[in-house]
């Protein structure tokens, strides 16, 4: 079955036929010329404004597609977002209070004691920015090896194919390209009467630097970013609670696996407050007051707190590029509409990652990134937002992919369910970390696998089986019959899948 899908789709992409006159009249518009720019007035084929996940993957891919390329980035280090103030910090400190978490509760049971166990957190914060400097650097370095030719400042579009940018060093140049792409990713959301000062009230930026573990903290949101932040000064000692105003922590995620996954935080001492809304803020004291009320309303009570962690969201960041004044529309949220080659409305002009719709996430930029320069290259791109993973590293880690059991009953799908509880896994057991399950949706009729969702340690590694069989229509009984290695924490999978169409062997 997923073979003859594989053919189909192969089929597919060598006779699709997109009829969009800008973008067929662009198609081989560039020069097959590659290297670095003498002067910023010379001509590139690709501009990137961002150097982001999305910005500088699409700039390396361009330059390995023998298109002359140029990246401007306003930070002055590349990785934009995720690799210096979001995804990577965040994980160097995830893994670090883990392993704190680990030796304080978790290594006498395996016979290891210690007579003490400290946290140094300056150490900490270092190992974590010593990780993000290092690979800084290594983009750097891809730049230099793919002739990319790299400036630091902040871009602002003076028409459709020319960028004025402002350089960290107080210059400025213009640069030109016959296409420019804009990755400029996404900001912080802010929330009305709240101002963070990345002090007693911070961003997930501030969070990811505290100068001392806060007695009391309160993340106001209970999404992906909340959760994770929160996990990490929780195993460090804080006592955490999260305020959320919608009746779930992370709405977007399985019914069944959401419940296990809070009661898991809860047995860690992580508080919730749902249906709750925040009224004002006050940090004009030592500490910060928050008063809250029911969502629907009701009675307001005061909550106390050293630190405050606003994590309600990301918004797109456009703002100075000035497309406006180039004619580039927008919606109401602010992201910039493209069509399915990440063209705008204005000829020459591109836009990928968070500044479009679609999941705002690392992964899904860069993939962004590469169907949109191939485009631009004359090739066929293309990402298919229904199957891009999304991970929580908390521990256990929440990873899924494909649809929820709530977005196929809301379709009218039929399907089957089949699940595998890491209790019976026996790899699991022998490292004694068995909490979670894994859950398997397919289509009652065909077996397609529909939805694949993962709770456990490293369920974030586990789920990629399950995104490779989505994105080849995989049945439950392809995943079923695969042999997979004994003990692995992946024959949990394996089970789930058998448990989908027709029994598990382990429980």
């Keep these: 079955m997923a073979m003859a899908n594989l053919a189909r789709r192969k089929a597919y992409f060598l006779t699709r036929n997109v009829?969009?006159?800008h973008t067929d009249a662009l198609r081989f518009s560039f020069s097959l010329s590659r290297g670095f720019a003498?002067?910023?007035?010379?001509?590139?084929?690709?501009?990137?404004?961002g150097g982001g996940p999305g910005g500088y993957v699409a700039a390396i891919k361009a330059a390995q597609l023998g298109l002359k390329t140029t990246c401007i980035e306003?930070?002055?280090?590349?990785?934009?977002?995720?690799?210096?103030?979001?995804?990577?910090?965040s994980k160097a400190l995830l893994h670090s209070s883990h392993m704190y978490h680990e030796a304080k509760h978790a290594f006498a049971h395996h016979g290891i004691k210690l007579a003490s166990v400290e946290i140094d957190l300056p150490a900490m914060l270092a190992q974590k920015d010593n990780a993000v400097k290092g690979l800084t650097r290594g983009i750097e370095g891809l730049f230099k090896k793919n002739k990319v030719t790299y400036v630091k400042g902040y871009g602002k579009f003076l028409s459709p194919n020319e960028v004025s940018v402002e350089t960290i060093d107080g210059g400025n140049t213009v640069v030109k390209g016959k296409h420019i792409i804009v990755a400029t990713g996404s900001d912080v959301k802010s929330l009305p009467g709240i101002t963070i000062d990345e002090k007693k009230i911070v961003s997930s930026t501030g969070a990811l630097s505290l100068s001392e573990v806060p007695k009391k903290l309160i993340v106001i949101g209970a999404g992906y970013i909340g959760l994770e932040m929160g996990s990490v000064w929780?195993?460090?000692?804080?006592?955490?609670?999260?305020?959320?105003?919608?009746?779930d922590i992370v709405p977007s995620m399985d019914g069944e696996i959401r419940k296990q996954f809070q009661r898991s935080l809860e047995k860690q001492k992580m508080k919730f407050m749902l249906k709750t809304k925040v009224v004002s803020v006050d940090a004009s004291g030592d500490g910060v007051k928050l008063t809250v009320e029911p969502a629907e309303g009701g009675d307001q009570t005061t909550l106390e707190a050293d630190v405050v962690l606003v994590s309600?969201?990301?918004?797109?960041?456009?703002?100075?590029?000035?497309l406006e004044k180039i004619g580039v529309e927008t919606d109401k949220g602010g992201r910039i509409l493209v069509n399915e080659r990440f063209l705008t409305n204005v000829s020459g002009v591109y836009a990928i990652g968070d500044v479009i719709p679609g999941p705002m996430l690392a992964h899904k930029a860069e993939e962004d990134g590469v169907a949109c320069v191939e485009f631009i290259a004359g090739k066929h791109g293309h990402v298919d937002y229904d199957k891009?993973?999304?991970?929580c590293y908390t521990h256990p880690e929440v990873a899924s992919v494909g649809k929820t059991e709530e977005q196929l009953k809301k379709d009218g799908v039929s399907y089957r369910v089949g699940k595998f509880p890491f209790m019976a896994n026996s790899r699991a057991k022998a490292i004694d970390n068995a909490e979670g399950l894994v859950k398997i949706l397919a289509d009652k009729e065909t077996d397609k696998i529909l939805g694949v969702h993962i709770m456990s340690p490293n369920a974030g590694e586990l789920i990629h089986e399950a995104v490779l069989a989505i994105n080849y229509d995989a049945s439950s009984e392809d995943i079923a019959r695969v042999c997979h290695a004994h003990p692995t924490m992946s024959e949990a999978l394996k089970e789930a899948a058998m448990a989908t169409y027709d029994k598990p062997i382990h429980i």
């Design 19 to 21: 009829t969009n006159s």
């Design 38 to 49: 003498s002067s910023g007035s010379d001509e590139n084929d690709v501009v990137v404004i």
């Design 74 to 89: 306003k930070r002055g280090a590349l990785g934009g977002t995720c690799l210096n103030v979001g995804c990577i910090p």
């Design 234 to 247: 929780g195993r460090l000692g804080s006592e955490v609670t999260v305020v959320e105003f919608a009746a």
């Design 312 to 322: 309600a969201g990301r918004t797109p960041f456009t703002s100075g590029l000035d």
């Design 388 to 391: 891009v993973p999304g991970v």
